[in-house]
């Protein structure tokens, strides 16, 4: 059984174009992130969502948007595509509180051209 | 500005000796630390994580040592296998659920 799921895995597109990716998650975790992983591996946190509520907004573009119909669910818009967004981003659950465990998915590679 | 640093980005060791991997951190005071392994194409594997007040952590051939004076973890693969292979990756946290990763240090495990 999948844990954390995310689709597309791969993206290919064209600058300018929004895209979005969704993210689900079935361990019953109250809260969820978005993680860049750019070309150096290095694993940036983007934003956390606890209950369908927004906690964490690092310094993103606002072109990135993120959304949470439930708390199983937590989908990243991105809207006017720019080459610097090639990246990888994963998704990722845990339950809330301090020193839990975060859950990943196994990322969606996003290129743009 | 606070920073965690992996000192090596990779780090290549014959099989079955012990892999050695640091994790430095500044202008932080975690409360937890936790590791992460990472293979090619895939998301991060949580391994292990220790407290602020706990010095040792052991899980099977996996060790991890915290020192809070020093800023320091590290993360020891005892009788090393080549399938240990892998980018690992420290994470603090200081707040709830607010975790920050270090850039990894990829390593190999050689035959």
């Known amino acids: 059984d999948t844990a954390v799921s995310q689709t597309p895995k791969y993206l290919v597109t064209q600058m300018g174009n929004d895209k979005s990716i969704k993210c689900e998650q079935n361990l019953g975790h109250d809260t969820m992130y978005w993680y860049k992983q750019d070309s150096k591996k290095f694993l940036k946190i983007m934003f956390s969502?606890?209950?369908?509520?927004?906690?964490i907004n690092e310094t993103v573009p606002n072109r990135f948007s993120p959304k949470s119909p439930d708390k199983a669910h937590l989908n990243l818009h991105i809207n006017s595509l720019e080459l610097g967004d090639s990246a990888v981003y994963f998704c990722?659950?845990?339950?809330?509180?301090?020193?839990?465990?975060?859950?990943f998915g196994p990322g969606t590679r996003l290129l743009v051209l | 500005s606070q920073k965690i640093e992996q000192n090596s980005e990779a780090l290549n060791i014959q099989e079955g000796k012990t892999a050695t991997l640091t994790c430095n951190y500044t202008n932080y005071s975690p409360a937890y630390l936790q590791w992460y392994r990472q293979d090619p194409g895939r998301g991060p594997v949580f391994l292990l994580l220790i407290r602020e007040n706990e010095k040792e952590k052991r899980k099977e051939r996996l060790k991890v040592t915290f020192d809070t004076t020093l800023k320091q973890s590290l993360f020891h693969i005892t009788a090393s296998q080549p399938a240990d292979s892998a980018t690992y990756l420290c994470?603090?946290?200081?707040?709830?659920?607010?975790?920050?990763f270090g850039a990894g240090t990829r390593l190999t495990v050689k035959p």
């Open positions: 994470a603090l946290e200081a707040d709830n659920n607010d975790m920050r």
């Open positions: 990722a659950s845990s339950h809330r509180g301090a020193g839990e465990t975060q859950y």
């Open positions: 969502y606890n209950n369908k509520e927004l906690i």
